[in-house]
T-cell receptor
Framework: GNSVTQMEGPVTLSEEAFLTINCTYTATGYPSLFWYVQYPGEGLQLLLKATKADDKGSNKGFEATYRKETTSFHLEKGSVQVSDSAVYFCALSRAGGTSYGKLTFGQGTILTVHP | DTGVSQNPRHKITKRGQNVTFRCDPISEHNRLYWYRQTLGQGPEFLTYFQNEAQLEKSRLLSDRFSAERPKGSFSTLEIQRTEQGDSAMYLC??????????????FGPGTRLTVL
C-alpha cells in the first residue's frame, strides 16, 4: 500500500536559519505529492504540490522537488521566520479508480522558530 | 463562500453514547472526504463521497461508524456506542473533480471528539 515517512521529532530553529524536513514515500504508479501546513488553532492548508517527477513545488519561500529515483519530496526554506512555526505534513495521492484524490499523510513534523 | 465548515467544533461524550458530526463543503465541490487525526499523527482517510455516492470506505471505519451525504451537499458522520479509542480530531475536506490530475482538497477546522 501507499505510505509516507517524515523525519522524526520536532525541529527547533532560530529565525533566518535554513530548514529541511525530509519526506520519503512508497507508492505504486505515479503519485502526486504535497506538503500541508497546520498553524496553531487552524485547519490544514495546502502549502505546495508536485504532480510528476522532477517537478518543483514552491510557495511562501518553501520549495520541494519530486525525486522519483529516491522516492523523496523534502521540504526546504532558505530563511525561516517565527511565523513559520507550525506542523508540516507530507502527503501523497494516486489517481485512478475510486481512490482518486484520497490523501495518505505522514505523521507530521512540528517546527518551532525562535526569534 | 467561507470554506469548509464543521459542527460542532468540540464534542465531549461518555463511552457508549452516539455522536453525529456535520460537514458543509464548499458549495460547488462534488467530492467530500472524512479523515481522522489522533494526537501526534497525520490524518488518516476514513471515507469518500462523489456527490451523494459513498465510493470508498477505509478499514478504519468499523460498523459503528456511518457516513451519509444525502443530497450531495452536506455530510454527516455518526459514531454509535463510542469508545475511548474514538477520541480524535475528525476532519472533513472537499474538492472539485473537473480537470487535471489532482484537485486541491480544502479542509475544515475539524471536530474534536473526547470520549470519557
Amino acid at each position: 500500500g501507499n505510505s509516507v515517512t517524515q523525519m522524526e521529532g520536532p525541529v527547533t530553529l532560530s529565525e533566518e536559519a535554513f530548514l529541511t524536513i525530509n519526506c520519503t514515500y512508497t507508492a505504486t504508479g505515479y503519485p502526486s505529492l504535497f506538503w500541508y501546513v497546520q498553524y496553531p488553532g487552524e485547519g490544514l492548508q495546502l502549502l505546495l504540490k508536485a504532480t510528476k517527477a522532477d517537478d518543483k513545488g514552491s510557495n511562501k519561500g518553501f520549495e520541494a522537488t519530486y525525486r522519483k529515483e529516491t522516492t523523496s519530496f523534502h521540504l526546504e526554506k532558505g530563511s525561516v521566520q517565527v511565523s513559520d512555526s507550525a506542523v508540516y505534513f507530507c502527503a501523497l495521492s494516486r489517481a485512478g479508480g475510486t481512490s482518486y484524490g484520497k490523501l495518505t499523510f505522514g505523521q507530521g513534523t512540528i517546527l518551532t522558530v525562535h526569534p | 463562500d467561507t470554506g469548509v465548515s464543521q459542527n460542532p467544533r468540540h464534542k465531549i461524550t461518555k463511552r457508549g453514547q452516539n455522536v453525529t458530526f456535520r460537514c458543509d463543503p464548499i458549495s460547488e465541490h462534488n467530492r467530500l472526504y472524512w479523515y481522522r487525526q489522533t494526537l501526534g499523527q497525520g490524518p488518516e482517510f476514513l471515507t469518500y463521497f462523489q456527490n451523494e455516492a459513498q465510493l470508498e470506505k477505509s478499514r478504519l471505519l468499523s460498523d459503528r461508524f456511518s457516513a451519509e451525504r444525502p443530497k450531495g451537499s452536506f455530510s454527516t458522520l455518526e459514531i454509535q456506542r463510542t469508545e475511548q479509542g474514538d477520541s480524535a480530531m475528525y476532519l472533513c475536506a472537499s474538492s472539485s473533480s473537473g480537470g487535471g490530475a489532482y484537485n486541491e482538497q480544502f479542509f475544515g477546522p475539524g471536530t474534536r471528539l473526547t470520549v470519557l
